[in-house]
């Protein structure tokens, strides 16, 4: 007979759950996590881990086409792409497999098997068996891949999950979609050597970035090739054996294989949660508080089913959260503002915080730090002059209302703003860090002293 009564029974195992389950084991509760399909969730076995695999070749390959810049002559390159995937596999593995050992090591017991809650009671039903959780239910079941109006998946009509899982390079490829997956897909596979269209209904790529973020990407896609068209609205998608034609604003295209990129949905249908008596908002993700509690005591949800950005980290912090708050320990709400947002594109896209036009619309004395990566020495040293950095401030108290960096590194670079507004510091105060030289981090301290009104380089 298998143990059915648990403190604490997570669903689903990606970054959320598995995050989640560990925590709750080191606080003594005795933990189970429920996964009806592989232990590390979407997160690490279909998208981003995956995706930042495929687009780890697509730098290489960069690196390898600018090499004549830096004295290098390289002879013919080729790619082949089925090792390529064999890389990506075996990276996908290695760190399924690390999740799946850190839950043993916690003791936390996996159950197989797609749940649903039991009405009326703190338990679960997996497989007709129930699980009783004493403490608390987490609901960590993420999101699924949502068509855009008038389309349907199948054939060649693919998620971006599918995109980074094509048995051969397409030829040609169309992604609908330029926010940070449909950008990172499309720059990639630019790059490895297929011909990419990318098709934006807005009136620019990365539309949920900075207006100068946007620009600076958009050159950067261009320069890959890219045919970007943005403000067009795809329709007519139809899938045959070998291509899928579709129009584009007044214009018809086809490719070999489409992408849609455009929005997910939360996974909540297996989960009965109506029947338990978890209330939905009006966009179908599950309400919660500030401590990620659900309508039903004892229930908390995170990650993708939630509100809040769709990113790995923040389903973890809010797993973290949950747990932390059925233990009785304090815990404070995110400030989802803040949550760093990377984009794995190049050029590389890092935020956090408002852009300059949201802190406009919201009244603050804005002031803008900007500089180009070329005007510090590290810019030209390893070669990206025309990456940039922009800080948003709030001139009253020089608070770091956003950061929004394009260029190398850029996804590592701007945890540092996160860090130093957390830590309650703002522009003026990153003006005044040393940074080592030379590295790209002094264009952060440059931005800042702009904002502050005494840029030195530049
Ligand atoms: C292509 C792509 C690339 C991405 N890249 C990044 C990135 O680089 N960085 C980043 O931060 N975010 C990225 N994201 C977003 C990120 O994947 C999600 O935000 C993250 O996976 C959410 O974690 P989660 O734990 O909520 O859910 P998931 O990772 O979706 O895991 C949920 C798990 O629950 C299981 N499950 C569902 N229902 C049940 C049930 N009833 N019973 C049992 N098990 C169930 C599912 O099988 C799944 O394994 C990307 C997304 C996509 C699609």
């Known amino acids: ?84 995937l064999e890389r990506r596999n075996q990276v996908v593995s290695t760190l399924t497999g690390g999740v799946s050992g850190l839950l043993k090591k916690n003791k936390v017991e996996v159950i197989e098997g797609e749940a649903s809650l039991v009405p009326n009671k703190l338990a679960v039903s997996v497989n007709g068996t129930e699980y009783s959780a004493a403490k608390l239910i987490v609901l960590a079941t993420g999101s699924v891949k949502r068509p855009i109006p008038g389309t349907t998946y199948g054939g060649r009509v693919i998620g971006t999950e599918e995109a980074w899982a094509l048995p051969e390079l397409p030829e040609r490829l169309a992604v609908i979609g330029s926010g940070a997956s449909g950008s990172e897909i499309a720059s990639a596979y630019a790059r490895l050597g297929s011909k990419v269209q990318l098709l934006e209904a807005l009136d620019r790529v990365l539309p949920a970035e900075d207006a100068d973020i946007s620009k600076v990407a958009a050159r950067g896609f261009k320069a890959q090739g890219i045919d970007v068209q943005t403000g067009v609205l795809v329709s007519d998608v139809a899938s045959s054996e070998n291509s899928v034609s579709f129009k584009y604003g007044e214009s018809a295209g086809e490719a070999d294989w489409v992408v849609i990129a455009a929005g997910r949905g939360p996974d909540v249908e297996a989960l009965g949660l109506s029947e338990a008596g978890v209330k939905l908002d009006e966009r179908g993700l599950v309400e919660v508080d500030g401590t990620q509690k659900t309508s039903v005591p004892g229930i908390y949800a995170i990650g993708d089913i939630v509100p809040g950005p769709a990113l790995a980290h923040k389903a973890s912090e809010e797993g973290i959260i949950a747990v932390e708050d059925a233990a009785g320990l304090s815990t404070h709400p995110i400030e989802y503002p803040d949550i760093p947002r990377a984009t794995f594109c190049t050029p590389n896209v890092g935020s956090f915080g408002l852009t300059e036009a949201q802190a406009k619309e919201q009244g603050y004395d804005v002031v803008v730090g900007k500089v180009p990566y070329g005007a510090v020495g590290a810019g030209t040293v390893y070669g990206d002059r025309s990456g940039s950095v922009k800080l948003v401030g709030d001139r009253k108290y020089g608070e770091l209302l956003g950061a929004h960096i394009v260029g190398a590194k850029a996804t590592d670079l701007i945890q540092e703003l996160v860090n130093t507004k957390a830590l309650e510091g703002g522009y003026p105060e990153v003006a005044r860090i040393i940074h080592g030289h030379p590295t790209m981090s002094e264009a952060l301290a440059e931005a800042a002293r702009a904002a502050d009104g005494w840029l030195i380089h530049g």
Do not use: H, W
Not at 51 to 58: E, M, Y
């Open 1 to 84: 007979m298998p143990d059915t009564n648990f403190d604490a029974i997570v669903i689903g195992s990606g970054p959320g759950g598995y995050v989640t389950a560990i925590r709750a084991a080191q606080l003594g509760l005795k933990t189970a996590v429920v996964e009806k399909d592989k232990v590390g969730g979407r997160c690490l076995n279909y998208a981003c881990i995956p995706a930042k695999a495929v687009l780890r070749v697509a730098d290489i390959v960069s690196e390898i086409d600018d090499a004549s810049e830096f004295g290098i002559s390289v002879g013919q390159r080729s790619i082949d792409f089925s090792a390529v």
